[in-house]
């Protein structure tokens, strides 16, 4: 499950240019847990 969400979250940043609030919101998630979530997998820069 988690390969699929980290996937999905950085198909969201890059279908959104970054913008990390457009990408929780495509994802159906909020933007605290969307930032909590790149954390938790690294994926923050």
Known sequence: MTEM???AI???LVFTK???????YL???GRT???RK???YRLVS
């Open 38 to 40: 790149l954390k938790e």
């Open 27 to 29: 994802l159906g998630i």
């Open 5 to 7: 969400e980290k996937r």
């Open 10 to 12: 950085r198909e969201a």
């Open 18 to 24: 970054g913008d990390r609030v457009m990408a929780a």
């Open 33 to 35: 847990t969307l930032y």
